[in-house]
């Protein structure tokens, strides 16, 4: 690749409820104002010739992929790897309260029943890994809040933190194949010896 474009789904019905879902099982759709940040995000994208499309298991994100491509023959492919963090015994339950646990807890703990975010951050590099290996020049990646916000912040040198920022629905992030690897890069360093910065 040489350019991919990192893009969060849209607004989902569990998102505007603050909801978690980590299971890719559960059916969570995009709410109308998903739908309509989905078009905005396929018009705002409209003169970029897109190559290939990659999105997670989610519904909401395979959703937001179909609106924004809607009427463009633009090849699929789904990555498992890209999927959203596995929220365990947080599944259904509010953000604000798995974001509680994260922030009292190391990269390594696992969530009862989900995994750790060290866990996380190993799924999202071997991801990465593959999109920057691929042959297609333009790559749209349509997944969700946490693997774009890990790879964006260590792109401009930060690292994984216990929450992190989310990032704006339906908008797409430009990481050029070296931003994207230098990333990757610095997070396969970060998971030698997971700590959260001091």
Known sequence: MRLALLTRHAESEFSVRGLTNGDPEIEVALTEIGREQARRLGEQLAGT???LCIVSEFQRAQETADVAL??????????????DIR?????GRL???YRAWARAHGP??????????????????SAFREIAARPEPTILVVAHSLPIR???????GGLPEPAMQQVP?????????????RAVERLEQWLLAPAWPS
């Open 87 to 91: 929220f365990g015994e947080f599944e």
């Open 150 to 156: 890990y790879v964006l912040n260590a792109a401009a």
């Open 169 to 181: 629905y339906a908008e797409a992030f430009p990481l050029t194949e070296a931003e994207l690897t």
């Open 108 to 125: 390594e703990d696992e969530v009862p029943e989900g995994e750790s975010r060290a866990e996380s951050v190993r799924r999202y590099v």
């Open 95 to 97: 953000l604000a309260d």
């Open 70 to 83: 809607a009427g463009c023959d633009v090849p699929r492919l789904v990555l498992p790897e890209l999927n």
């Open 49 to 51: 010739e897109i190559d």
